[in-house]
C-alpha cells in the first residue's frame, strides 16, 4: 500500500490532479454512511477505545463538527472502496 494524496473538497465530484486525489467532503462521509448501513463496516460498543470515533460519529451524522478520527476513516473507507472499484 502506498501514500496518497488527497484534498477534501466543497467540490461535487472526485477528481485526480498531478497525483493527487481531490474529494468532496460530501463524498467521504456519504460513503462513510454506507459501509455503516450496509454494515460493510461496523464500530464495537464494547471496546472503550472507540468511544470518541463514536461520539464524532454522531456529530458528523447530525450535520456537525467533523473530527480528526470520523475523517480519518472517512478516508480509510473511501480509499479502500476505491481500490475495491478498481480491482
Known amino acids: 500500500m502506498s501514500i496518497v494524496g488527497v484534498a477534501i473538497t466543497s467540490g461535487n465530484a472526485a477528481t485526480h490532479t498531478n497525483g493527487t ?4 467532503k460530501t463524498s467521504l462521509t ?5 459501509m455503516f448501513q450496509n454494515r460493510i463496516l461496523t464500530i464495537s460498543n464494547e471496546r472503550p477505545p472507540s468511544r470518541p ?25 473511501w480509499q479502500a472502496r476505491t ?4 480491482a
Not at 447530525?62 to 473507507?77: I, K, P, V
Not at 481500490?83 to 478498481?86: E, I, L, V
Open 53 to 77: 470515533l463514536r461520539r464524532e460519529l454522531l456529530e458528523m451524522r447530525a450535520g456537525r463538527h467533523t473530527g480528526d478520527l470520523s475523517m480519518s476513516l472517512a478516508l480509510a473507507a
Open 21 to 24: 486525489n481531490h474529494v468532496p
Open 83 to 86: 481500490n475495491y472499484r478498481a
Open 30 to 34: 456519504s460513503n462513510l454512511q454506507i
